[in-house]
């Protein structure tokens, strides 16, 4: 008997599995043209954010042309926090990411909301293209415009400001505005786009919310305060929470096509650091060693905004 229960069990085991492995076959068979164009974006986050994580061991090892690499433990780490540059960088980074927080991320919230409220579908459509085109522009060629627009010589913001009594102001070589401009050119080319998210989640409230609050004697405000913003919540922890933790980040690309000479001390930030230290003086280990650490902070900040998130608004990432 204790034979016959034994043979029995496998044979059972592989009964039951045999419906669980046609239930793939026939949902691959079916899905198969999804699973082919979600391939190539999957293949990209496997090859750039999977497969570097293995090499963040480079922090902890002294590079070798030839290998195997030695391992020195925190020592890459000491030699960075012990850096004035390494706090000067990241002081640049906490208060261009402060800022950027403060006066980026509520702006297309604002957006959403006022694109909600415009009742003709034309007009709201030609708004919506002109407000997400710089979207797909470059920071090269985002760069060159606010540049011309900006230069002290002939400038157009620069004339206006003379027209008025203004004396003209070099906003891209002044350490007390460049800061500033990061701030507006990250307005003026994320606004727009970002907002289509918050749009998404205003046009998925269920619309007798707001035929009971007409009932109820609300006004347009009225109804934006306590119908659309709640209803839009979830979306805004989500995202912010996901903005803390590119905190560290403050966007490479943006900083590095708006950096010069002059205003370089003011708008360095860590990843312009991490990319100064990896590839023009080819300390490998040390640039691991800053990138781990902003991960590791972001990783934290992530953690930390979402428990909080999740006691304020009981809304989270996960």
């Given at each position: ?9 496998p ?15 026939n949902?691959?068979?079916r ?5 082919v ?36 433990g925190?020592?890459h ?39 909600n ?35 002290p010589?002939?400038?157009a913001?620069?004339?206006i ?16 505005t ?19 998210l ?67 001390s ?21 640039a ?29 990432v996960?």
């Amino acid at each position: 008997m204790a034979r016959m229960g034994t043979s029995s069990a496998p044979a059972a085991s592989s009964v039951g599995n045999v419906p669980k492995f046609r239930r793939l076959q026939n949902g691959a068979r079916r899905w198969w043209p999804y699973y082919v164009m979600m391939a190539p974006g999957l293949l990209f986050f496997v090859v750039w954010h999977y497969f570097p994580i293995w090499e963040a061991k480079m922090a902890f090892e002294q590079v070798r042309i030839i290998p195997p690499n030695i391992w020195v433990g925190l020592k890459h780490f000491q030699t960075l926090f012990a850096s004035p540059v390494f706090y000067s960088v990241l002081v640049n980074t906490l208060i261009i990411s402060a800022m950027k927080i403060v006066f980026v991320f509520p702006v297309p919230i604002l957006v959403a909301l006022l694109l909600n409220e415009i009742r003709s579908g034309k007009l709201r459509g030609a708004i919506q293209s002109a407000i997400y085109l710089p979207h797909f522009l470059s920071w090269v060629v985002i760069a060159g415009v606010f540049i011309a627009l900006l230069s002290p010589t002939d400038g157009a913001v620069n004339q206006i400001q003379q027209a008025l009594g203004f004396e003209p102001i070099s906003y891209m070589t002044n350490t007390g505005t460049i800061r500033w401009v990061l701030v507006v050119s990250e307005i003026w080319r994320s606004a727009g786009w970002d907002s289509l998210l918050y749009l998404a989640a205003i046009f998925a409230i269920d619309q007798q919310l707001y035929e009971a609050a007409e009932m109820d004697g609300a006004n347009r405000w009225q109804k934006i305060w306590h119908v659309t913003i709640p209803g839009i919540v979830p979306t805004i922890a989500t995202l912010f929470i996901l903005n803390m933790g590119m905190f560290l980040s403050a966007d490479l690309n943006q900083v590095i096509n708006m950096q010069n000479d002059v205003n370089a001390s003011t708008i360095d930030i860590l990843d312009t650091y991490v990319y100064r230290m990896g590839l023009s003086t080819g300390e490998y280990a040390l640039a691991t060693a800053a990138g781990l650490f902003k991960a590791v902070i972001g990783m934290i900040l992530v953690v930390a905004s979402h428990l909080v998130s999740k006691r304020l608004t009981g809304k989270g990432v996960w």
